[in-house]
């Protein structure tokens, strides 16, 4: 994380000593974009409070543990492109429930849809990108994760 | 009038929220406790990436020539152009929603769609410090297994949706 402060501030640092004047139009142009898209980040972290409280982790964990691993995929892949988690909650959770004897395909299935579905950035996505874009590019990324799963099923032994 | 009327309702269902969230605190309503102290965390662990993000941003439209992303990234690019921007997205931090306005900067700067999207999945799962994660709890098998089929799909739906929307002259239309 210091990384990202150290290299921006660099980044700024050398922009500012070859040309002033274009430095101050970029940090212009940042504030203008990061208050034009405020509201839809906003609408995503209200939506995100709201969802993570209805859908916990331990319900998370609940269902993952499903003994049928069809149902297990089910659970997984709608939890992952419903709720949002940082990489640093997200994978000690699922090395918690490997422990537990959770199936390496399932998991796959929910971390890939976690980090590749969004639900829940939808209001920013369609900022960018439009209602259409974004839809097809969510459906895709899912059945994308599904196959993966299944991938991982295989080489795991676990189908 | 429209664009009026979602404002309004959005600028209602906010400021909801907000008299919602006040009143759990004071009257100790556990639930709406929850989702505030949700709220809060979320929104501190973005504000910490977000403002980097747009000043780099920032400087990338000001400094990088649309000429050059366009010979690159853009119609006339090979197929190194899909390396690049995997290489650009493994350095990316946060989430998708530091994805998206990145995204957006490239693709007003001339890149093609098809590598547009390729930045996105790539962003969603090749982020380099996520992947180190992931190795560490998942183990390194599980790691290399789903990177090896992932970053090929990725490619190739984002081949075919690019084509089939550039077939039809769609132009990305923010809010649309």
Avoid at chain 1, 7 to 31: E, F, H, P, Q, W
Wanted: hydrophobic share 55%; glycine share 8%; net charge positive.
């Amino acid at each position: 994380m210091s990384y990202l402060y150290l290299a921006t501030g660099l980044a700024v640092l050398l922009s500012a000593i070859m040309d002033r004047k274009k430095t101050l139009v970029a940090l212009y142009i940042a504030g203008q974009k990061f208050t034009a898209t405020l509201p839809a980040f906003l609408t995503m972290l209200i939506l995100v409070s709201i969802v993570l409280f209805v859908v916990p982790d331990t319900m998370i964990s609940h269902y993952l543990g499903n003994d049928n691993k069809f149902i297990g995929i089910v659970c997984a892949s709608s939890f992952g492109s419903l709720t949002l988690m940082p990489g640093f909650v997200a994978y000690p959770l699922c090395g918690i429930l490997l422990k537990k004897g959770v199936s390496y395909m399932v998991l796959a299935a929910f971390t890939t849809t976690l980090m590749m579905v969004g639900i829940l950035t939808y209001p920013v996505e369609k900022e960018y990108f439009g209602v259409k874009v974004t839809i097809i590019r969510n459906v895709v990324s899912f059945f994308i994760a599904l196959l993966i799963a299944l991938v991982i099923g295989i080489f795991f032994g676990e189908l | 009038m429209m664009k009026m009327q979602k404002k309004t309702i959005r600028f209602l269902a906010m400021s909801a929220y907000g008299v919602f969230l006040l009143a759990s605190f004071l009257l100790g309503f556990s639930p709406g406790k929850q989702i505030g102290s949700n709220f809060f965390s979320f929104s501190i662990e973005m504000l910490k990436i977000l403002p980097c993000a747009f000043v780099l941003i920032g400087l990338f439209e000001v400094w990088v020539k649309k000429e050059k992303v366009e010979r690159h990234l853009g119609r006339e690019s090979g197929f190194i152009a899909y390396v690049w921007v995997i290489l650009l997205a493994g350095t990316t931090v946060g989430g998708l929603y530091v994805a998206f306005p990145v995204a957006y900067s490239l693709y007003n700067k001339g890149t093609k769609l098809s590598v547009v999207f390729t930045y996105i999945g790539a962003a969603a799962i090749c982020r380099i410090p996520m992947t180190i994660f992931e190795a560490s709890f998942m183990g390194l098998r599980f790691s290399f297994i789903r990177m090896m089929v992932s970053v090929p799909l990725v490619i190739i739906s984002s081949i075919w949706l690019g084509n089939y929307l550039e077939k039809r002259n769609y132009k990305i239309m923010a809010g649309k």
